[in-house]
């Protein structure tokens, strides 16, 4: 089945540790995104890619990194200068983003707490 | 600046009855999407519905359906014959330069 898949689920960070969110699509979609959801509010965009080894920062990028090696990934790195990493962080892909706005789909999501 | 406002932060209905959420937006473009999502408990973000500002006609889908003011910059979802499996958070979003400008949300309870 085609989707997006987002590893772990929950993700326990310490202080100043590094921790990676996961993405995979197998949709052959050109674009993907990460964004962050806090409670009471909507979605805020952290990175997106339109292409291969090539990405920009949305709204909210301090603190987190990403890569776009191959067109299936887009890991999303939380470093230690994120002060509040607490959050919901979710994935999404759409064909390409200069093709008409096309419609953005999401993954299950992963949990990050901070011990 | 875009922006995306969605004013009931909760809305009830009684099982099999019709509810419409609201949301306004500003954007200064004229050609752009809009979108409704829903999540519900799991968490999955889920389409709805979308809408193209250029056609006129409002879209449909089964038992969801929009009515969009593009002059007033009003973009509402009809829930028509709610039903248990509606219960979720409903996220208006707007299209902008290939990115996703979103609401805050409204939380839908269904009584049954």
């Known amino acids: 089945d085609g989707g997006i898949t987002q ?6 960070r310490k202080e100043g540790q590094n921790v990676t969110l996961s993405c995979e699509q197998n949709l052959n979609h ?4 990460w964004y962050r959801q806090d409670p009471g509010q909507g979605l805020r965009l952290i990175y997106y890619s339109q292409i291969v080894n090539d990405f920009q920062k949305g ?16 890991p999303l790195t939380v470093t230690s200068a994120q002060k509040n990493p607490t959050a919901f962080y979710l994935c999404a892909s759409s064909i390409a983003p200069d093709q008409n706005r096309e419609t953005q789909y999401f993954g299950p999501g992963t949990r990050l707490l901070v011990l | 600046a ?6 009931q932060p909760e809305m009830s209905v009684q099982e099999a009855e019709t509810v419409t959420l609201s949301c306004t937006y500003d954007t200064s473009e004229s050609d752009y999407y809009l979108f409704w999502y829903k999540q ?3 968490r999955q973000m889920i389409l709805v ?3 193209e500002a250029y056609k006129q006609q409002n879209a449909t889908e089964n038992r969801f359906s929009v009515n969009f003011q593009k002059a007033a910059k009003s973009f509402s979802l009809k829930i028509s014959d709610s039903q248990l499996g509606d219960a979720a958070m409903y996220f208006c979003a707007l ?5 996703l400008i979103w609401g ?6 269904i009584k049954p």
Do not use: W
């Open chain 1, 30 to 33: 050109d674009a993907m995104y």
């Open chain 2, 95 to 99: 299209d902008s330069n290939y990115q």
């Open chain 2, 104 to 109: 805050a949300g409204t939380k839908l309870i």
């Open chain 2, 2 to 7: 875009q922006t995306v406002t969605q004013s």
């Open chain 1, 59 to 74: 709204d909210i990028a301090e603190g987190y990194s990403v890569s776009r090696e191959k067109k299936e990934s887009f």
């Open chain 1, 7 to 12: 590893s772990p689920k929950y993700l326990f």
């Open chain 2, 49 to 51: 519905i979308r809408q």
């Open chain 2, 40 to 42: 519900p408990p799991s």
